[in-house]
T-cell receptor, first 113, second 114 residues
Framework: GNSVTQMEGPVTLSEEAFLTINCTYTATGYPSLFWYVQYPGEGLQLLLKATKADDKGSNKGFEATYRKETTSFHLEKGSVQVSDSAVYFCALTLQGGSEKLVFGKGTKLTVNP | DSGVTQTPKHLITATGQRVTLRCSPRSGDLSVYWYQQSLDQGLQFLIQYYNGEERAKGNILERFSAQQFPDLHSELNLSSLELGDSALYFC?????????????FGPGTRLTVL
C-alpha cells in the first residue's frame, strides 16, 4: 500500500539551529509529495510540495528535495526560529489516482530562544 | 485564514448520539475532503466529494456518512457515537480534484464523546 514514515519526535532545538526532519515513502504509483505544518490550535497549512523526481520545494526558508532513488523527501531549514514551533506532516498523493492525502504521523518541533 | 470554515469548533456529546459537522469550502473550490485526526490513528482520509458527487472513500465507518450540497458546502454525519470517535475532524477543499493541487484545511471540529 501507500504509506509515509517520518522520524519520531518530539524535536527540540535552539533558535538558529539547523533542522532536518526525515521522511520516506512507499507508493504503488508515482506520488506527489507535500509537507504540511500545523500550528497550535489551527488547521494544516501547505508548507511546500514537489511533484516529480529531483524537484525541490521551498518556502519560508524550508526546503525538501524529491528523491526517487531513496524514496525520500526530507525537510530542512538552515536556521530555525521560535515561530517555527509546530507539528510537521509529510504526505503524498498518487498521481493518476485518488487525490486523498496519505500522511505520516507528524513530528512536533519546539524551538527555544 | 485558509478560507475554509468549519462549525462547530467544539462538540461534546454522549455515546450513542448523532452529530453533524459542517464545512464551507473556499470560494470557487469544487472538491471537499474530510479527514480524522486522532492520537492513535494519526491523520486519516475519510471521504471526498467533487461538485456534489462522492469521488473517493477512505477508512470511513458505516456509522458515518457525508454529502455535498448544491451550494458546495458539505456535512459529515456521525451516528451511534462511540468513545473511540473522539477526534479532531478536518475539512479541506481544493479547486479541482488533482494530485498536484494544494488542499486548504479548515480549523477543524473537536469532537468529544463521553
Amino acid at each position: 500500500g501507500n504509506s509515509v514514515t517520518q522520524m519520531e519526535g518530539p524535536v527540540t532545538l535552539s533558535e538558529e539551529a539547523f533542522l532536518t526532519i526525515n521522511c520516506t515513502y512507499t507508493a504503488t504509483g508515482y506520488p506527489s509529495l507535500f509537507w504540511y505544518v500545523q500550528y497550535p490550535g489551527e488547521g494544516l497549512q501547505l508548507l511546500l510540495k514537489a511533484t516529480k523526481a529531483d524537484d525541490k520545494g521551498s518556502n519560508k526558508g524550508f526546503e525538501a528535495t524529491y528523491r526517487k532513488e531513496t524514496t525520500s523527501f526530507h525537510l530542512e531549514k538552515g536556521s530555525v526560529q521560535v515561530s517555527d514551533s509546530a507539528v510537521y506532516f509529510c504526505a503524498l498523493t498518487l498521481q493518476g489516482g485518488s487525490e486523498k492525502l496519505v500522511f505520516g504521523k507528524g513530528t512536533k518541533l519546539t524551538v527555544n530562544p | 485564514d485558509s478560507g475554509v470554515t468549519q462549525t462547530p469548533k467544539h462538540l461534546i456529546t454522549a455515546t450513542g448520539q448523532r452529530v453533524t459537522l459542517r464545512c464551507s469550502p473556499r470560494s470557487g473550490d469544487l472538491s471537499v475532503y474530510w479527514y480524522q485526526q486522532s492520537l492513535d490513528q494519526g491523520l486519516q482520509f475519510l471521504i471526498q466529494y467533487y461538485n456534489g458527487e462522492e469521488r473517493a472513500k477512505g477508512n470511513i465507518l458505516e456509522r458515518f456518512s457525508a454529502q455535498q450540497f448544491p451550494d458546495l458546502h458539505s456535512e459529515l454525519n456521525l451516528s451511534s457515537l462511540e468513545l473511540g470517535d473522539s477526534a479532531l475532524y478536518f475539512c479541506a477543499s481544493s479547486l479541482q480534484p488533482s494530485s498536484y493541487n494544494e488542499q486548504f484545511f479548515g480549523p477543524g471540529t473537536r469532537l468529544t464523546v463521553l
